[in-house]
Structure formats: structure tokens, C-alpha cells
């Protein structure tokens, strides 16, 4: 069967003649595999891979040689660029067969397997750094210029059903043989070469609880047929399709989006803290029609303890998820939360009988026994990881998985992994020694750090020094323009990453951006429900909003000026706390706030009534707060003094009053900068370092008070003012 480009109904025809034409071999394998990784029903985030060998001239002897270009260990087919692909001398890749054979002790999951992986870089073209992955062989042995690697649910459909060689034969007749499960190596790679040599008219192999290869001797073909054997799978599964049977019928009915988004907002905050105790985790929701269908179908609870198939979806799925009996039509809250912690109790202990019934004498320890994957009927999918990106590469693991149980439902019946197969998958030594070399997590990592006022100033400079120590930040600030446009700054910088899933803002990035007016309650409630949405709860609080509003030139302020001048610096952090408190409670969870108070706070003087009393109060609010707040959260002030850089605080009017004031010559005519430079040098001049205080400095101690660095301290003002005796605390 040969499929035009219209005839493709369940995966995306992409291949452009045009763009083709344009590229060198190694690019267009890098299209290819882009376009590729572009359909999720082809393959998932970070799986399968692609190759193509091509004729090069070697930098050594300049004679033409073969080169297998294949996709390296990590990357991801759909974002690959040419840096992720590695290569390899065809003549010196096929000479460690030898190696291989010389072994007295071979095949899957003996020594001299793992020790191949480390063969590889001898064979390096180019002197490319790129990491040959574990599936390396499977390309290299097989005779054929072009080879994908797939992950599709229609073929894992297949192969992870119970007569998988027979729905094999059934789909793809001679076309396609079938190999059974074995862990990725050298040994599976012969295995592949043997059935070849066996078979020589095979266009591909379905691979037992795995997926799918296929090869050509041209690209386009081997695209082609890639697309085409998917088609085809998926063509046989539709003509199986059980329509209200589907998963045994439904048990239960979904909630509408409101009280779903209500429910979630209080649950997230409690399941987050119960699955962190040992390590934090970032959340995903995930709720779609499928996922809905799985979660509140009769057969859901048995497919569920089953577990996923694939073995990249379970290193991040984990070997089963957490599936949590609860009838959203009958039962309340309260009952959700009894059965959700009778769950967890219940996986921890199967997950340490697990891993105690599987470990070898060499295996690392175990690993953090909490699910990353929760069920829920009527509510959907949550995942967790350890942070943004992995966990929404968690939730689409495992809504993939969904889809290939309701299609290998539908044509046979699902098997998993078997659990000893899994358990040498997810502890393999090679997978440990990936791990370490990992480098180590930073401050923030794991971490959902609230900064309210990232829209200019102090804020904003916040927002990007905890995003340096790897926190997800919420850019929140009255203008919500200017909070998009800070945490815009920050995905742009550090990158979205993989994995494609998240219902609504829970399918966001590393930051968002949040408008907030913290002098209204219901506007702060709002700000962190859509924060638990987004990343499933909070951890630091950095208030850097405030208001200063000029006094005219008798020293007066109006009495709603005081109103609001109250409202924002002395109200408003206390609404921000006072809030927050449930949610900090509800995840049990040690963390901290810091409230950007003022050096004036301490400093009695002329012409800023409003504005130094309500920091004062502000100074005594952060020592309540250490108090209230006490065990759990640490609360600190930041006392800034006179940062003119940039600073919202310091708009023009003042500026000309403060340069009045202090008798400094100016004229109308200069601009803005110039005018708050002149009141820069005149302030630091009036300090003990005798050095102008930058928004950098500021944002450095914000961090540092919200770090584990300052572990020991709360209820404590910290001025950042380049010394003011007058303003000294005692
Ligand atoms: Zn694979």
C-alpha cells in the first residue's frame, strides 16, 4: 500500500520537496526528524530516533567515507537541531562486532552491553561532542541509508497488547516482522540484523512492548513509510473502535470547568506538599477529553495498576500512577482527601515492595517512592516533576499511554512492562551514571518563587536574579502588560522546554505573568489560584510593590493619597501573607517571605508622612508575620534606601522635589536620567560607603533573605541603604 500525502488521516503529511532541496544530508535528517517529533501520534517528547548514513570526506586520509549520523543521547526529535545528532565512522562502528562476539558472556543486560555504549566514542567523526545514545546499534547494523525509530500510540498499541505477533501479521501481512521485548543495546540491534538477513524483503520490525522501526535506502521513502505503517495501524484500530464500551463504560460523569478549577485549586496545594516530602515537585494539569473518558470509566482502577508500556513513558510516569477511587457526583472533599492519602500510603509500600522484589546486589538506592502521576475521576490528570518541563512531559507521557490502552483495548487486551523488566530499566546503572553527572539542582530548582511588583524596578531585577538559581517565577504587578513583559524576558531566556501538555495556564512555561492589586483581596485570591493552576502551588513570596506619593509643596498629601499610600505598603503585603497562609499551610511545606520595606521606616523627617509611617508599619508587620507564620515560613524585610536607578519610586515630580529640597542645582530642561543621576550621587554621598545603590543590589539581598543561606533568620529588617546611621535599627 502506497499513501499519497492526502490519503493521511491520523498522522501530518509534512515533507516539503522545496525546503528539502535546500539542505545538506545532515540537515535534511534534521528536518526530518523535526517533522517527525512535530505529530505526538508519531512520537512522544524525547523518544525514538532517526538516522541517515552519508558520504563524507575524512579530515584525516580526505578519502570519501560512510558516516552514520544518528540521533544522540537526550535529545528530542521534534526540537533536535544539528548539534544533537552523533556521528560516526561507519567501518569503525561495524568493527566492535568483533569486540562484541569476543565477550565469553553476551546478550541484553550483560556487562560487555553496557560497556559498548562506552565504545562508541572511539568512532567518532568530526570530533562531534555529541553523546551516541543506547539505540545507536539498532541503526548502525542494519544495512539500510535511512532509519526511524518511532514511538507511535498506534504501534505501541499493538505492541503492548497480549497477541502482539498476531496483530502484527494481521496489520502489515509481510511487510513488517515483529521482535520481541528486549531492552535497547548491541545484542538487540544483532537480533534486528538476524531477523533482516532472515527476511530480506522486511520494511520494518514492530518491537514488543516498544514501538516501531522501519528503514529505506532514500529519506523521503523512509518518511514515507514511516507515516504510512502508523496510518495503517491506526486504520486497524479505528475499525475496532468500541465506541460507549470504550474502557468498560463510564463509572462516573466529569464536573463542569468551575467546580473542577475549585476543587483543584484547594487539592493542589495538599497533594503537592504530600508528594514532596522528599523532594519538591512542579505540577501539571492535564485534563482533555481522553484523559476525562479514561479517569471516569469503569475499567480505569485495573488498567491504572497495569502501569505504562513504554519504556521512556515509565521513567518519568513511574511504574504505574496513582488512581484515586473517589465518585466526584457522591462524594465530598473531604472523602477525596481520606482515599487520596490512604492512596498514597498504599503506592509508597507497593513502590518500596517493588523496587525491594526487583533490586540486584549493584543497583543504586531507591529512588522517591511518590507517584508523579495522580488520577482523579471527574477532576483529570495530575502530574509532577521536578520541574515545569518535565512535569508537563509527565502528564503527556501518560495521556499518550491513555490513548494506547484505549486502542490496544479495542483490538486485544493491554499488557505493561514486565515488572522485572521495568525495574532493570528505571535502576539501569547506565540511567545512574546519567544521573550524577547531572550538575547539581540550583536554590530555587523545584521551587515556585512569587515575585509581586516584577514589573519595573526592584521587582523586575528580582524576577531575574531567582530565575538565575532556577526558580519558576511568577511575575505578578498591577499592570499585567508589564508582568507579561518581565516574565516574557525570562521564557526567552531560559527556554519553555520540552513536553507537551498542561490544560489552560497549567500548560505554561518556566515564568508567567499575573496582574494583581494587592490592596483588594478577591485580586490576590485570584492571583493564587491561577498560580496553583499554573505549577500546583507556592513556595517564596518577594513583595517589591509601593507607592510613594509626593507631597505638594507645603508637605501635604490629600487624604485618599494617605488612604492608598496605607493600603499599598502597609495593607497590602499583610492581605498578600494572610492569604497565602492557607495555601502555605495546606502544602506543610518550609518557605519564606520577604516584604520590601524602607530605610524611612526608621528615619523620622520632614515631607513623607504616608510614606514612612505605613513602612513602619511594615517593619512591625514583618515581625508579626515571623511570629504568625512561624514554624513554616520565614519572614524578613528588606529596607532599600534611595535607589534611583530605574526606579518606578522616583518618577519625575519627586525627583524635582527630592533635588529642591536638598538644594541641588538642576535645570528643567534635563532629562528624567539625568535629574535622578544628579539625586543618585547626591544620596550616596550622604552614606557611609559613599557608593550610589543600584536595583542589583537590592535584588541580591531579596534572594539571599529567601534562600536557604538564611535559613536561621526571620522576623528581621535588612537594609540595603550603603550605610545610613540615622536609619541604623535598635
Ligand atoms: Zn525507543
Not at 512522544?44 to 575524512?58: E, L, V
Not at 502528564?395 to 499488557?415: C, D, G, P, T
Request: include cysteine.
Amino acid at each position: 500500500m502506497t499513501l499519497k500525502p492526502q490519503d493521511f488521516k491520523h498522522v501530518n503529511y509534512l515533507w516539503d520537496d522545496n525546503t528539502v532541496s535546500q539542505l545538506d544530508d545532515v540537515e535534511r535528517l534534521r528536518y526530518r526528524s523535526n517533522i517527525l517529533g512535530a505529530d505526538q501520534r508519531i512520537t512522544n517528547t524525547g523518544g525514538g530516533n532517526t538516522s541517515s548514513k552519508s558520504r563524507m570526506t575524512d579530515p584525516l586520509s580526505g578519502a570519501e567515507v560512510d558516516v552514520l549520523w544518528v540521533k544522540g543521547s537526550g535529545g528530542d526529535l521534534r526540537t533536535s537541531t544539528r548539534a544533537n545528532f552523533a556521528s560516526l565512522y561507519m567501518d569503525k562502528f561495524l568493527s566492535l562486532e568483533n569486540i562484541y562476539n569476543k565477550a565469553e558472556i553476551r546478550g541484553a543486560k550483560t556487562e560487555i552491553e553496557d560497556a559498548m555504549v562506552d565504545m562508541y566514542r572511539h568512532t567518532t567523526f568530526g570530533l562531534n561532542p555529541a553523546a551516541s545514545s543506547i539505540d545507536t546499534p539498532l541503526h548502525g547494523l542494519i544495512p539500510f541509508r535511512h532509519i526511524d525509530h518511532m514511538h507511535p500510540i498506534s504501534v505501541i498499541a499493538i505492541a503492548a497488547s497480549k497477541d502482539q505477533e498476531r496483530l502484527t501479521q494481521a496489520v502489515f501481512e509481510e511487510e513488517v516482522g515483529w521482535v520481541p521485548w528486549q531492552r535497547p543495546g548491541f545484542d538487540l540491534g544483532l537480533v534486528m540484523k538476524e531477523k533482516l538477513k532472515q527476511d530480506p524483503g522486511l520494511k520494518g520490525l514492530v518491537m514488543g512492548q516498544h514501538g516501531l522501526i522501519n528503514w529505506a535506502d532514500d529519506d523521503k521513502t523512509c518518511y514515507e513509510l514511516t507515516l504510512t505503517l502508523i496510518e495503517k495501524a491506526a486504520r486497524y484500530i479505528e475499525g475496532h473502535h468500541q465506541g460507549e464500551k470504550t474502557f468498560g463504560g463510564q463509572k462516573y460523569q466529569s464536573l463542569d470547568e468551575n467546580t473542577r478549577n475549585e476543587i483543584l485549586v484547594k487539592l493542589l496545594p495538599v497533594l503537592r506538599g504530600k508528594v514532596s516530602q522528599t523532594n519538591r515537585f512542579i505540577g501539571t494539569v492535564h485534563v482533555t477529553e481522553s484523559v476525562l473518558l479514561f479517569v471516569n470509566s469503569m475499567d480505569a482502577p485495573r488498567l491504572a495498576e497495569i502501569g505504562t508500556s513504554c519504556p521512556d513513558h515509565f521513567l518519568r510516569t513511574k511504574i504505574k500512577p496513582l488512581y484515586v477511587d473517589w465518585n466526584p457526583q457522591k462524594e465530598s472533599y473531604e472523602v477525596l482527601i481520606e482515599k487520596l492519602e490512604k492512596g498514597l500510603v498504599a503506592y509508597r509500600a507497593d513502590y518500596t515492595a517493588y523496587y525491594e522484589a526487583c533490586k540486584h546486589s549493584d543497583s543504586p538506592a531507591m529512588r522517591d517512592p511518590n507517584p508523579t502521576v495522580v488520577l482523579i475521576p471527574g477532576l483529570g490528570l495530575i502530574a509532577w516533576g521536578r520541574n515545569k518541563s518535565e512535569s508537563r512531559v509527565t502528564a503527556e507521557f501518560y495521556s499518550l499511554a491513555i490513548e494506547v490502552m484505549r486502542a490496544s483495548e479495542a483490538i486485544s487486551e493491554y499488557q505493561g512492562l514486565p515488572r522485572q523488566e521495568a525495574f532493570d530499566i528505571e535502576y539501569w546503572l547506565l540511567e545512574e551514571a546519567k544521573l550524577k553527572r547531572m550538575p547539581p539542582e540550583k536554590e530555587f530548582a523545584r521551587n515556585v518563587v512569587v515575585v509581586i511588583g516584577a514589573g519595573s524596578g526592584i521587582g523586575k531585577a528580582t524576577a531575574h536574579r531567582v530565575a538565575k538559581e532556577g526558580a519558576h517565577v511568577v511575575c505578578a504587578d498591577l499592570s499585567e502588560e508589564a508582568a507579561q513583559a518581565t516574565a516574557k524576558e525570562l521564557v526567552e531566556m531560559y527556554g519553555v522546554g520540552i513536553g507537551v501538555a498542561g490544560t489552560g495556564i497549567s500548560g505554561c512555561g518556566p515564568a508567567i505573568g499575573l496582574s494583581v492589586d494587592i490592596t483588594r483581596r478577591e485580586s490576590v485570591r485570584a492571583m493564587f489560584e491561577n498560580i496553583i493552576l499554573a505549577y500546583g502551588g507556592i513556595d517564596n513570596i518577594i513583595i517589591t510593590a509601593g507607592i510613594f506619593v509626593s507631597p505638594d509643596k507645603a508637605g501635604r498629601i490629600p487624604d485618599d493619597k494617605w488612604a492608598l499610600t496605607y493600603a499599598i505598603n502597609a495593607t497590602g503585603p499583610y492581605l498578600v501573607a494572610d492569604e497565602a497562609k492557607t495555601i502555605w499551610q495546606a502544602q506543610g511545606l518550609r518557605t519564606s517571605l520577604v516584604i520590601t520595606t524602607s530605610a524611612n521606616a526608621a528615619v523620622a523627617k520632614q515631607g513623607s508622612f504616608a510614606y514612612d509611617t505605613s513602612k513602619a508599619a511594615a517593619n512591625h508587620l514583618v515581625r508579626e508575620l515571623a511570629i504568625e507564620l512561624s514554624p513554616l515560613v520565614r519572614v524578613n524585610g528588606l529596607a532599600p534606601a534611595t535607589v534611583v536607578e530605574g526606579s518606578s519610586m522616583f518618577p519625575r515630580d519627586r525627583v524635582i522635589s527630592s533635588l529642591t529640597k536638598y538644594n541641588i542645582p538642576f535645570d528643567e530642561s534635563e532629562s528624567t536620567e539625568s535629574l535622578r543621576d544628579k539625586l543618585a550621587i547626591y544620596y550616596a554621598q550622604r552614606t557611609l560607603t559613599k557608593s550610589p545603590i543600584t536595583l542589583a543590589d537590592q535584588a541580591e539581598v531579596a534572594y539571599l533573605l529567601s534562600s536557604s543561606k538564611f535559613s536561621k533568620t526571620t522576623g528581621q529588617i535588612i537594609s540595603v541603604d550603603g550605610g545610613l546611621h540615622e536609619a541604623f535599627l535598635r
